[in-house]
T-cell receptor
Framework: NAGVTQTPKFQVLKTGQSMTLQCAQD?????MSWYRQDPGMGLRLIHY???????DQGEVPNGYNVSRSTTEDFPLRLLSAAPSQTSVYFC??????????????FGEGSWLTVV | AQTVTQSQPEMSVQEAETVTLSCTYD???????LFWYKQPPSRQMILVIR??????QNATENRFSVNFQKAAKSFSLKISDSQLGDAAMYFC????????????FGQGTILTVHP
């Protein structure tokens, strides 16, 4: 049972380069989301998806693109990396459940440094 | 917009003692959920406990319990019989009722456990 898998775990980019952080889940979850974690600020929502073909912006979407062509995958794209995007990125997924408080599963994080 | 505030950047406790981490939140919603997550140095996000807003009874999970004060919008975490393995960053998080996968996090509290 792989859960939520993020790749790569570590990446160094130069300013202006582009890259994609991959996220895959094998639990058939409808909901997937991307967060970034910066010192002293907790985790902040970048983008999320409620199902294949449906995405929406979170709290800090600027500089990031997402797509959801399949239920399993939710890649996060940085089109032109900036030093302000140096952060730890977490992908998460969950079911929608009628009962109380569905469990959100997090990936192990991807450390991105932009120089 | 919903906000979550953790006013204690750092806390410390002696092993076997009890410690309480504070969290306040702001929302106009009546249907929501509150969570405490633990993040050890590995950066893994571990769900500690969750509370449904409609439940008056405080949630408990072994040595972890919450004091949920809905009117005051307060959600504190009590850790009893603290263990060295409890040392971590702790995040309080909020989720609106049907916004599955969309969490709003506090800034975090670093907990140190002294032997």
């Amino acid at each position: 049972n792989a859960g939520v898998t993020q790749t790569p775990k570590f990446q160094v980019l130069k300013t202006g380069q582009s890259m994609t952080l991959q996220c895959a889940q094998d639990m058939n979850h409808e909901y997937m989301s991307w967060y970034r974690q910066d010192p002293g600020m907790g985790l902040r929502l970048i983008h999320y998806s409620v199902g294949a073909g449906i995405t929406d912006q979170g709290e800090v979407p600027n500089g990031y693109n997402v797509s959801r062509s399949t239920t399993e995958d939710f890649p996060l794209r940085l089109l032109s990396a900036a030093p302000s995007q140096t952060s730890v990125y977490f992908c998460a997924s969950s079911y929608s459940q009628a009962d109380s408080g569905n469990t959100i599963y997090f990936g192990e994080g991807s450390w991105l440094t932009v120089v | 917009a919903q906000t979550v505030t953790q006013s204690q950047p750092e806390m410390s406790v002696q092993e076997a003692e009890t410690v309480t981490l504070s969290c306040t939140y702001d929302t106009s919603e009546s249907d929501y959920y509150l969570f405490w997550y633990k993040q050890p140095p590995s950066r893994q996000m571990i769900l500690v406990i969750r509370q449904e807003a409609y439940k008056q009874q405080n949630a408990t999970e072994n040595r972890f319990s919450v004091n949920f004060q809905k009117a005051a919008k307060s959600f504190s975490l009590k850790i009893s019989d603290s263990q060295l393995g409890d040392a971590a960053m702790y995040f309080c998080a909020y989720r609106m009722g049907t916004s599955y996968g969309k969490l709003t996090f506090g800034q975090g509290t670093i907990l140190t456990v002294h032997p």
